[in-house]
């Protein structure tokens, strides 16, 4: 009986034995044979860096012929500011330089018209022509201012004759020169009157003269027509000088400067290119290049 059970716990210890060597042969499989996550890991990473051979995931690398006959071109970003673009109306006026205003130096009535609405007319020319009582007086006193100079001109050479013979004292010449003097500044004086209010050489009449070369574009002027000193008569303008008047609102005005680039967009879509004058709180005058004419 008890040799049985020896037996019996002999054969349960050689199964335990078996069993352990069993799975101790399994574990040993596992952890000796089995490849180590680790060194799968590297050995998958070396596969793919040789296949990526010095590639970039996203980079695409071409030569600078392929570039060029690809139409790819490469620019240098710098800093600036953001344009936009400004739309608004205009209307053509004429720059100060290229308007002038004739009015009438003197009362009197127009007793001659030599230009109309639309003629041209250069600088110095007479637009029409005016009689009027101040231009004789002022002839008058033109004509006086003369005699008194001619006089005062032979007095002092008189003078100065009798004192190198030493006829008269010193005193006696320099009270001609004086009064030579004095005749001088009067003549000068009426001779700038007349050329002011263009008396013509007779004193009968005066001239309204256009001042710049251009084209009549306001004639108020009636022939027979009594006017007094200042009225308007005619405008002249000299369509060579003229500018682009445009309305923007406030917020668009804060951003225009003098010196921007403008674009005028004709009726007949022709484009003119022109250069921002200045800006004020009604308008911004647009100077355009000058037109010959």
């Not at 005005?253 to 967009?265: L, Y």
Request: proline share 3%; net charge negative; charged share 25%.
């Amino acid at each position: 009986m008890t040799e049985e059970n020896n037996k019996t716990k002999l054969i349960a210890g050689v199964a335990i034995a078996a069993l352990l060597l069993g799975g101790g042969g399994i574990m040993l499989g596992r952890s000796v044979f089995a490849p180590e996550p680790t060194t799968a890991a590297s050995t998958e990473g070396e596969h793919a860096e040789e296949k990526e051979e010095g590639h970039v995931e996203g980079q695409v690398e071409i030569d600078a012929a392929r570039a060029q006959a690809a139409g790819i071109v490469t620019e240098t970003i710098q800093s600036g500011g953001l344009g936009a673009e400004i739309l608004a109306q205009g209307v053509v006026a004429a720059t100060p330089q290229g308007e002038a205003v004739l009015t009438a130096r003197a009362d009197g009535a127009i007793v001659r018209i030599n230009r109309q609405l639309g003629d041209y007319v250069r600088a110095g020319e007479p637009v029409a022509t005016m009689e009027s009582r101040d231009a004789a007086s002022i002839a008058a006193e033109r004509s006086s201012a003369s005699a008194k100079l001619a006089l005062a001109r032979s007095t002092y050479a008189r003078e100065k004759r009798l004192f190198d013979a030493r006829v008269t004292a010193r005193q006696d010449l320099e009270g001609a020169a004086a009064v030579l003097a004095e005749a001088e500044a009067e003549a000068r004086r009426s001779q700038s009157a007349a050329s002011a209010a263009r008396v013509s050489g007779d004193g009968r009449s005066l001239s309204v003269i256009s001042l710049i070369s251009g084209r009549v574009t306001k004639a108020d002027a009636r022939l027979g027509a009594y006017v007094l000193a200042g009225t308007e008569l005619f405008r002249v303008s000299d369509p060579t000088r003229i500018q682009i008047n445009a309305s923007v609102l406030a917020a668009d005005a804060r951003r225009i400067q003098p010196g921007d680039s403008a674009v005028i967009e004709l009726l007949g879509g022709e484009t003119l290119n022109a250069v921002v004058r200045s800006a004020t709180p009604t308008s911004i005058p647009i100077a355009r290049p000058r037109l010959s004419s």
